[in-house]
């Protein structure tokens, strides 16, 4: 098949999942383009199915916000039309889905035909597309779109509760590449951090208020009363001067390191003993997916697809949003040496069910019945 992957090139979880999709697609012998507006940060390689279209924006002194939408729409119809792709995938409804419905409806006037797959991630529904300068246009793309997938159940009932959508939404879980993501022999990280055998916590996000990382340094001095810990914060963004404050009044502010946007977070989690996750809405948690392959355990709250993923008792534990005491409880238990093998184990176990090689045959023969629905619908 001939894909085409529109997404977010950056740092954030649906553009890391488009890319590894996209990734995975062409080493099974797809051909695939990206359209994006600058070069996504893992497709850093070459490799003979892969191909990359930049979306470039004119500027014009007239335009206090650039029209990346029509500029976007613009270029899915030129790639659509010289590399006769079969299919176009977008990811993230925002502006992604009504740039796509622009880029078909001007294809079939010149007789091209491209089925379009919408993958709803998280905020694009919870957030960004409930907001009223926004939501109608969301929910008609998304509903003009030829496939709807949802990363989890949560998110696919959210988008029914939320919005007014007449078509069946398909739960393809997000995945994991465990070649990439596993426990590596880090262990002169773990000596260099915690030289006195101190137990080592990691968070990893965007730091967005909806990731409530307070909560995580609040946990980590609870867990400083009862052991030696240490905390690495990996990531940055618009709370990271909020939450630096906030450690600098700690007492203990020399255990807390903040390692920024690390590319090789894998490294990091090698030697984690810990994962927390205390986000207010989470429509999956790739984050704590990528933590548990490679065997760390996660505490985290049971909001959005997150209780889909975590086990209770199993890969960690779940807890209320901003229960920081039933958290820290928890992850008194899990960091107990004669629990926290299990739980590593656990967690990895988990972590396999969602092994890339389990979850692209689900998007492939998805791609499969939407192209087929297509033709039928041509056919008529
Ligand atoms: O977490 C973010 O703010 C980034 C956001 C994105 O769209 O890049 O992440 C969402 O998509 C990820 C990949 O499907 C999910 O794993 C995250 O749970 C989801 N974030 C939220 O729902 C807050």
């Known amino acids: 098949m001939k894909i085409g992957i529109v997404c977010y090139p950056t740092f954030g979880g649906s553009g890391v999942v ?93 007789n091209i035909s491209i089925p379009v797959i919408t993958t709803l991630h998280g905020t694009d529904i919870t957030l960004v597309g409930r907001d009223p300068s926004f939501e109608s246009v969301v929910a008609f793309s998304i509903n003009q779109s030829d496939g709807i997938t949802a990363v989890s159940e949560d998110l696919k009932k959210d988008t029914y509760a939320h919005f007014d959508i007449g ?55 609870n867990l400083r009363e009862n052991m030696p810990v240490k905390l690495l914060l990996v990531g940055d963004g618009p709370e990271r001067p909020k939450i630096e404050n906030l450690c600098r009044e700690c007492s203990d502010c020399d255990d807390i390191r903040f390692l920024g946007k690390l590319e090789a977070v894998e490294e990091v989690l090698s030697v984690a003993d810990l994962f927390i996750m205390p986000s207010e809405k989470e429509s999956f948690g790739l984050a704590a997916l990528e933590a548990m392959a490679c065997e760390v355990p996660v505490i985290s709250t049971n909001a959005g697809g997150l209780p889909e993923l975590n086990i209770h008792g199993f890969s960690g534990y779940l807890s209320d949003v901003g229960d920081v005491e039933s958290m820290t409880k928890y992850a008194l238990e899990i960091l107990d040496d004669k629990n926290l093998p299990t739980f590593k184990k656990n967690a990895l176990s988990r972590a396999k069910e969602f092994e890339l090689s389990k979850i692209l045959p689900l998007y492939e023969n998805y791609y499969g019945e939407v192209l087929e629905n297509n033709a039928t619908i041509l056919a008529v």
Do not use: W
């Open 167 to 221: 078509k069946e939404i398909k739960v393809i879980p997000n995945f994991i590449d465990l070649e990439r993501f596993r426990k590596l022999k880090k262990e002169h990280f773990k000596t260099a951090i915690c030289p006195n055998g101190e137990k080592l916590i990691v968070h990893t996000s965007n730091f967005r208020p909806v990731k409530r990382i307070e909560d995580v340094v609040n946990i980590f001095k």
């Open 18 to 110: 488009a890319t590894e999709l996209g990734i995975a697609l062409a080493k099974e012998g797809h051909k695939v383009h990206f359209i994006t507006y600058s070069q996504p940060t893992r497709l850093d390689f070459f490799n003979e199915n892969l191909f990359y279209h930049e979306v470039d924006m004119m500027s014009y002194p007239l335009f206090q916000h650039a029209p990346y939408e029509t500029a976007l729409a613009s270029k899915m119809v030129d790639v659509v039309k010289y590399e006769k792709l079969d299919i176009l995938h977008v990811h993230y409804a925002i502006p992604h889905a009504s740039a796509a419905f622009i880029a078909k409806q001007i294809l079939k006037q010149q």
